[in-house]
């Protein structure tokens, strides 16, 4: 059973449960006076749960900053997010460390795996810190579905780099968090394993409720999302449901290399 939560709205009409995680009126800058640089400038937005969201812009948008700070990974300058009925802003790091432990689930571009573990205990590592049990069907699902199967005893050093990107997607779907954030979840796989991942990914959504939230630059993987959000100069400028690899690949051409939208 659920709390109500008093989240203000960011437009739209859609239900207080009906929304995973979500932003009002946020701001990251670094730096101060002249030197001050805005990487998010007051981002109101909803991630929609049992939604699959694609964040895109140009190199320095915003996009991965939005990511982390929606994650709990980075703190606001200003503004106050949430991550379903719990605000994370303000919240004591072992308040939050606990929460994103229990209820979020990373893809990064850089794997993370601990060295000394192989894979299949990488996969477990987050569950068996949080001392739950192992489904072990949905285990073996999630290995097979990323072509794991038979790589599950070896160490991170004995993989290849899409192996182990492998290994971190596996990673985050085992746990069946309530959502998962992922910066170019298959930016070292090349595209027949990038489609496998993105395949399952997009099943997960619509056949576990799973909500997932993707940082990309590649149309394609994009064109696997509900919805992509389009972010420029810190600010959410336009955002596109149903995408397909041409219609996303289109509104990208309309973004210069200043970062800003023709």
Known sequence: MTTAVTIPKAGGNGGRSAVAA????????YGAGETRVVALDAVDVDIMRGRFTAIMGPSGSGKSTLMHCLAGLDTVTEGRIWVGESEITGMK???LTQLRRDKIGFIFQS????????????????MDIAGRKVDREWFDRVVETVGLAGRLKHRPTQLSGGQQQRV???????????????????GNLDSRAGAEVLGFLRRSVDELGQTIVMVTHDPVAAS???????????????????????????RMKSFDGRGRTS
């Open 22 to 29: 979500a932003g009002r009126s946020v701001t990251k800058s």
């Open 93 to 95: 790091d072992k308040k």
């Open 111 to 126: 794997f993370n795996l601990l060295p000394t573990l192989n894979a299949a205990e990488n996969i477990t590592l987050p």
């Open 168 to 186: 971190a997607v596996a990673r985050a779907l085992a746990a069946r968090p309530e959502i998962i954030f992922g910066d170019e979840p298959t």
């Open 224 to 250: 696997y999302a509900d919805r992509v959000l389009y972010l420029a100069d810190g600010r959410i400028v336009d955002e596109m449901a149903n995408p397909t690899a041409e219609s996303v690949l289109e």
